[in-house]
């Protein structure tokens, strides 16, 4: 399979400061989730990927397009969602659609069609006709991702799509770009701060940090536990029971939720073992299911590396 | 769910080229701007000189033809009063050959109502020895040229002050930047579709009445060979729109990429245009008094070379003298000082507008 994204050593300097620090990445069809703090270079990266700012060094190609030379070829297969509010003052809901559209290249009367009939997608009733000044947050997230799919691109790269939306306008929301992924077959770069999301929608999960790449993985790959790990949920967290598993050479951690993380040598003779420790603790085992990594502690463990590593590097500089 | 909803459906037609995408731009631009309704009054006022003008073709075909008695019972006796103060020979020639004399009554006509004037002065001249077809042409590029100059020229400096300054700012303010740069929208579409949405309303209350000044003129004509010797009017007139718009949509345009509040960009626009004129007039007045002449001073008195420098100053002045060599009115070593100014102007107006809008995409 062919990479949409395909980038090697790219680097964009800002006067002094590196925000883009000899980035390599493949970005392959799905939905890939960009995750990292805030001035780690995701906006450079996607600026940088759009053609609209200069890259220092580096080469590469997206949607099989030259990144420096075929910007307009680029910007014509992609459509972008960004996280600023974006509108014209005077204009009403359908008509920054519309206007999107007609920019895109679409014919004036089909782009008005077409405009309708993506806001219906996007469920966006009456209040189109509206001037998109008297919007709320909802609203306006809601004009911007119609604007970003109106033309129909390949590739979708959204900003912060979800950032402002109540959960169950962000449920709708993650579920349209579901729905766009696997109907229409189209392939989305997410970028977000809220792990959730990436967890629900991601097939692939990239981290950047410090203008470099630090991760970029599967998410069943991320979520997959090397050693064999169980979650299990129990009527009462009973001590007995604990001390019992853990004289069997089991490591047990209690999470948030109540439930015990253990972690033994092989699966099967994990789960035996657990069995007969409740049987003998009298515990009612309510749930067991394998364990996953939560995106959230590796997330926070590759930034802190990350961030060790760059003092490192200033420290010896 | 309306019953309408079809879901998600994949666009298989073919997009137009991006050739024509910054007409988008300006389309949706003019749609946003002839919502306000200072600008629809201030079309309306635009299109009231044209009545004035439109008058003036009337009357200057009718003395052309010979037909006097179209003409108000004033003119006439002006008209006959210019006549007898003719030297004898010319006197005789007019009462002689009627139609070939038209031209000298039209002459005659001009010099007594625009006296202070230069320039008419010296199409009068010319008329008085040339024939009647150049008499006609002449007599309509001034026509033309004066309707640009005055009526449109003064509406130009509200009416692209009432459009052009929220242009780029309101985009910077709102950033609209990135809804049309992530599109396949480069710097130079941007600018020329920003740049035609003023250029289209100018087009509007400039170009257009003249055109339709030009088609009432030939329509009052005795036949259509009269197209024959004006034929190069229409292109003058497309000429004059661009001198005139051109540097005053830069410069406008310009103000309203260095600021987020399209108000500071207005208030500067009409600075620029008002203080620069006001020094010139400035100038001119001073030099009058100095010679002790009365106010109002005649007109000529804006010719001299120490006064004349001065009107670089002015970005209506310098239109005006470029204007006058596009409608053949001045020579272009009379109007090259005017002409380097505004290209000046340009340039300079659009290398910021250039560096202004890229600068967004720079954060």
Redesign the interface.
């Known amino acids: 399979m062919q990479p949409l994204i395909s980038l090697r050593s790219l680097v964009k300097n ?1 006067r002094n400061h590196r925000a883009l620090d000899g980035i390599d990445l493949e970005i392959m069809p799905g939905i890939t989730g960009l995750l990292g703090p805030n001035g780690a270079g995701k906006s450079s990266l996607i ?1 940088a990927v ?1 053609g ?2 200069r890259i220092t060094s580096g080469t590469g190609t997206v949607l099989g397009h030259r990144l420096t030379l075929d ?3 680029i ?2 297969d ?1 459509g ?1 969602m ?1 996280e ?8 009403s809901g359908v ?2 659609v519309h ?2 559209a ?6 004036n009367i ?1 782009g008005l069609r ?1 405009s309708h ?2 806001l ?2 996007c469920d966006m ?1 009456q209040e189109r006709y509206r001037a998109i000044e008297t919007y709320s947050t909802g609203m306006r997230q809601k004009v911007k991702f119609a ?1 970003a ?1 109106v ?2 691109p390949k590739f979708l790269i959204l900003d912060e799509p979800t950032s402002g939306l109540d959960p169950e306008e962000r449920e709708a929301l993650l579920q ?1 770009i579901g ?2 992924c696997e ?2 077959r189209k392939s989305v770069l997410l970028s977000t701060h809220i792990l959730p999301d990436v967890q629900s929608v991601c097939d692939q999960v990239v981290i950047l940090s410090n203008g470099q790449v630090r991760l970029n993985k599967p998410l069943t790959e991320l979520n997959t536990i090397q050693a064999p790990t169980v979650e299990i949920g129990v009527d009462r967290p009973d001590r007995d029971f604990i001390r019992r598993l853990e004289t069997q050479s089991l490591q047990v951690a209690v999470l948030k939720s109540g439930h015990l993380k253990v972690t033994g040598t092989s699966l099967e003779s994990l789960t035996e073992q657990l069995w007969q420790a409740a049987a003998v603790s009298k515990v009612m085992v309510l749930s067991l299911k394998p364990a996953m990594n939560s995106l959230e502690s590796i997330f926070m463990d590759t930034v802190a590396e990350s961030n060790k590593a760059a003092r490192e590097a200033v420290d010896a500089g | 769910m309306p019953v309408n909803h079809l879901g998600y459906r994949p666009w298989k037609e073919k997009l137009t080229g991006s050739l024509t995408r910054w007409w988008c731009i300006s389309s949706s631009g003019i749609s946003l701007a002839q919502k306000s309704a200072l600008v629809k009054r201030m079309l309306f006022a635009a299109w009231l000189p044209v009545l004035y003008w439109g008058v003036g073709f009337f009357f200057i075909g009718q003395a052309l033809e010979g037909k006097s008695e179209f003409l108000p019972a004033t003119l006439q006796e002006d008209v006959r009063q210019y006549i007898d103060q003719m030297p004898g020979k010319k006197r005789e020639k007019i009462r002689e050959a009627e139609k070939g004399a038209n031209r000298l009554v039209v002459a005659a006509l001009l010099k007594q109502h625009f006296k202070r004037i230069p320039q008419v002065g010296r199409l009068a001249d010319g008329l008085e020895s040339g024939d009647e077809s150049t008499a006609r042409n002449r007599i309509w590029c001034w026509l033309m040229m004066s309707f640009f100059r005055y009526p449109q020229g003064l509406m130009i400096l509200f009416l692209v002050g009432a459009i052009a300054p929220s242009l780029i700012s309101r985009d910077i303010r709102s950033r609209a930047f990135l809804l049309y740069f992530s599109r396949p929208i480069g710097k130079t579409e941007y600018l020329l579709g920003k740049f035609f949405i003023p250029a289209t309303f100018i087009a509007l209350v400039t170009t257009l009445p003249a055109i339709a000044l030009y088609v009432f003129g030939v329509l009052m004509s005795p036949d259509l060979t009269v197209i024959l010797s004006t034929w190069d009017v229409p292109l003058r007139i497309l000429l004059g729109t661009v001198v005139l718009v051109v540097p005053t949509v830069s410069v406008a345009l310009m103000f309203s990429s260095l600021t987020q509040e399209s108000r500071f960009a207005s208030f500067s626009w009409f600075a620029f245009f008002t203080l620069g004129h006001a020094a010139w007039l400035a100038v001119v007045f001073s030099h009058a008094l100095r010679q002790g002449g009365a106010i109002p001073f005649k007109v000529d008195i804006m010719e001299k070379a120490e006064v004349k420098r001065w009107g670089l100053l002015s970005l209506y002045n310098n239109i005006g003298e470029v204007q006058g060599w596009v409608f053949g009115f001045s020579t272009l070593s009379d109007a090259w000082a005017g002409l380097l100014v505004l290209v000046l102007i340009t340039v300079v107006s659009l290398a910021v507008i250039y560096r202004q809008i890229s600068s967004p995409m720079r954060v």
């Not at chain 1, 600023?84 to 204009?91: R, S, V």
């Not at chain 1, 007609?102 to 014919?107: A, I, R």
């Open positions: 800002y600026k759009l609209l700012v910007g307009k070829k910007r014509n992609i972008y960004p600023d509010d974006c509108y014209i003052p005077g204009m008509e920054v206007f999107a007609s920019l895109s290249g679409l014919p089909e077409r009939e993506i219906d997608f009733k604007a799919i033309h129909d349209r729905v766009l109907d229409a």
